[in-house]
Antibody
Framework: EVQLLESGGGLLQPGGSLRLSCAAS????????MSWVRQAPGKGPEWVSA????????NHADSVRGRFTISRDNSRNTVYLQMNSLKAEDTAVYYC?????????????WGQGTLVTVSS | IVMTQSPATLSVSPGERATLSCRAS??????LAWYQQKPGQAPRLLIY???TRATDIPARFSGSGSGTEFTLTISSLQSEDFAVYYC?????????FGQGTKVEIK
């Protein structure tokens, strides 16, 4: 069975940095695009960042471009989200998500999420 | 691409039909997925390609539409179907979600 286990969330002050990790298992990780999708309290999901299966191409939402970086290590079956210059509006549950192909389209499996709270 | 869902809340009795709408601000062909989310859980994929049910999704869920207008129909609501439903386009980056339709018990 597919498993996506996020870690690294927490409480931090505006301007701070955090790195989220997602350990994947139950599928051939290097064959699938991966994404990070966040959901602020009471809001709909927002696609944050995506990376192709090989790691060659990435995409980021305008709201995080220049501050967040997605990467992956196919030898460790892990995808990362480096978040810098954090703002209060980045507060959300961050989900690791598996795509259905080598490039990003829709999501067929979601992790349980890790909460990131940015507050002074 | 802006995805607009209606209504925001739908009150339905168990056993009744529910019809949820999703509109795209520009044509997305059939590049649309639907997800179900229950409180405290991650979303779950229901439909992709506008009308193809995902693995293990019951036949009471059906999707239709193309271009800019899409519909998710739940033919006979079961107790486990009361949740929030989101549409998501994957025609262009950034991938975008609608704001959701909450299906509640009438």
């Amino acid at each position: 069975e597919v498993q996506l286990l996020e870690s690294g969330g927490g409480l931090l002050q505006p301007g701070g940095s955090l790195r989220l990790s997602c350990a994947a298992s139950g599928f051939t990780f290097s064959n699938y695009a991966m994404s990070w999708v966040r959901q602020a309290p009471g809001k709909g999901p927002e696609w944050v960042s995506a990376i192709t299966a090989s790691g060659t191409n990435t995409n980021h939402a305008d709201s995080v471009r220049g501050r967040f970086t997605i990467s992956r290590d196919n030898s460790r079956n892990t995808v990362y989200l480096q978040m810098n210059s954090l703002k209060a509006e980045d507060t959300a549950v961050y989900y690791c998500a598996k795509g259905v192909a080598t490039t990003t389209s829709y999501i067929d499996w979601w992790g349980q999420g890790t909460l990131v709270t940015v507050s002074s | 691409i802006v995805m607009t869902q209606s209504p925001a809340t739908l009150s339905v009795s168990p056993g009744e039909r529910a019809t949820l709408s999703c509109r795209a601000s520009q044509s997305i062909s059939s590049d649309l997925a639907w997800y179900q989310q229950k409180p405290g859980q991650a979303p779950r994929l229901l439909i992709y390609g506008a009308s193809t049910r995902a693995t293990d999704i019951p036949a009471r869920f059906s999707g239709s539409g193309s271009g800019t207008e899409f519909t998710l129909t739940i033919s006979s609501l079961q107790s486990e179907d009361f949740a929030v439903y989101y549409c998501q386009q994957y025609n262009k980056w950034p991938r975008t979600f609608g704001q959701g339709t909450k299906v509640e018990i009438k």
